[in-house]
Each structure stands twice: as structure tokens, then as C-alpha cells.
């Protein structure tokens, strides 16, 4: 099974601050690669799709790059409401498992 | 608009069963794969099991294979995910999840807002 590492685990910062997570998979992935938020008590929003592609609707600050095994997701500008637990998911094996990293918990320094 | 609604949930002992529903609407739900994800109290998201729009390819987690069934009924717009041999690391919110496309259904756009099963004596 493929296996994803995030880090850091969490972060503090500043709003306005520009922030980055990464995601590395275990093997080549291509751009198999989504980013989800997630806020306390509530589903994830998908943010980005196919590593890099801003779903409809999300903030422009919102931003992934990367392809194989090293991705990128970067909030250009950390927002108050930007607060909140960061997943990457792999979906190159399909429609077999799908693998979260572990998570990112962002917060406001 | 396109809705996911889950229920079933509680509480239930270990080595006992639990059957969830997901009630689909907005959308052609027998055109759709739907996906479960689960996630335990404090921790992060695990994907749970897949099933294509007519039935005819399912998997699932390593975790729950042998113990968790997936199903669906179009006619009846609703997924279904019976639960057996039940864990107490089974203890999670369990989700259905919805691709933003046909085609696109790992890129998970739509959630339910999911139901909480607890497994303790």
C-alpha cells in the first residue's frame, strides 16, 4: 500500500504569513493528489484536486504543486478563518485504497 | 443540490453489529461510486470502502476486510455499510464521501456529515 507522510504535524503562524505543508508519498503517484481542509465538528472541503487544480469556489491564497512522490500546499496569505486540520490524499491505485497523510493542524500564532 | 445524509450510528458493544445508512440526494445517485471514510475521535481520516455505481466492484481497508459489508440500493437512493465483529478501534465518525464526477470520484467533494459509532462495554 502506498503510504503518505505530512508534515509538520501542526503549525503556528501568523496571519498573513505564508504557510506550506508538504506530503510525500511512498512511491511515484504522478499527480494522483488531493488537499482537503477541515474544521472542527465538520466534514472535509476538497480544496485541491489532481495536486495542483483549485476546486470552484476556493480562495486563489489556497495553492499545491509537486508530482511523483513530493507535493506542496501553500496558503500564500494565512487568513483567521484559514484555521483548521490540512489532509493530503493519494488516488493512484483505484479504485483500491485510498491513503490520507496524517494531517496538518494549523493555528494563529 | 447535492446531498449526503448519514445515520445509524451509536452505541454497541464489542463483537457486536451496527449497519449504517447514507440517504443520497441531488444528484443521480446510481450513476455515482461512493466511497466510506471513517475517522476516530482526535485522530486523522481513514478511507473505509468503495463501491462502484452498480455494485460490481467493491473493496475495502485492510482494517475492516472480512467484518464490513458495502452495499447500495439505487432505487432507494442509499448506501449502506453493515458493521460486524465491531472494535473498540473502530470507534470513529464514519462518512460517505462523493466524487466531484463520474469519472472524478477519489477526488472527494462531497461529504455527509457523518455519524458516530461507538464501540465500548
Known amino acids: 500500500d502506498i503510504q503518505m507522510t505530512q508534515s509538520p504535524s501542526s503549525l503556528s503562524a501568523s496571519v498573513g504569513d505564508r504557510v506550506t505543508i508538504t506530503c510525500q508519498a511512498s512511491?511515484?503517484?504522478?499527480?494522483?493528489l488531493n488537499w482537503y481542509q477541515q474544521k472542527p465538528g465538520k466534514a472535509p472541503k476538497l480544496l485541491i484536486y489532481?495536486?495542483?487544480n483549485l476546486e470552484t469556489g476556493v480562495p486563489s491564497r489556497f495553492s499545491g504543486s509537486g508530482s511523483g512522490t513530493d507535493f506542496t500546499f501553500t496558503i500564500s496569505s494565512l487568513q483567521p478563518e484559514d484555521i483548521a486540520t490540512y489532509y493530503c490524499?493519494?488516488?493512484?491505485?483505484?479504485?483500491?485504497?485510498?491513503?490520507f497523510g496524517g494531517g496538518t493542524k494549523v493555528e494563529i500564532k | 443540490e447535492v446531498q449526503l445524509v448519514e445515520s445509524g450510528g451509536g452505541l454497541v458493544q464489542p463483537g457486536g453489529s451496527l449497519r449504517l445508512s447514507c440517504a443520497a440526494s441531488?444528484?443521480?445517485?446510481?450513476?455515482?461510486?461512493i466511497n466510506w471514510v471513517r475517522q476516530a475521535p482526535g485522530k486523522g481520516l481513514e478511507w473505509v470502502s468503495y463501491?462502484?455505481?452498480?455494485?460490481?466492484?467493491?473493496y475495502y481497508a485492510d482494517s475492516v476486510k472480512g467484518r464490513f459489508t458495502i452495499s447500495r440500493d439505487n432505487a432507494k437512493n442509499s448506501l449502506y455499510l453493515q458493521m460486524n465483529s465491531l472494535r473498540a478501534e473502530d470507534t470513529a465518525v464514519y462518512f460517505c464521501?462523493?466524487?466531484?464526477?463520474?469519472?472524478?470520484?477519489?477526488?472527494?467533494?462531497?461529504w455527509g456529515q457523518g455519524t458516530l459509532v461507538t464501540v465500548s462495554s
Open positions: 464521501a462523493r466524487g466531484l464526477t463520474l469519472l472524478r470520484y477519489a477526488n472527494l467533494k462531497y
Open positions: 463501491i462502484s455505481s452498480s455494485s460490481s466492484t467493491i
Open positions: 490524499q493519494q488516488y493512484d491505485n483505484l479504485p483500491r485504497a485510498l491513503t
Open positions: 512511491q511515484d503517484i504522478s499527480d494522483y
Open positions: 441531488g444528484f443521480t445517485f446510481s450513476s455515482h461510486s
Open positions: 489532481d495536486a495542483s
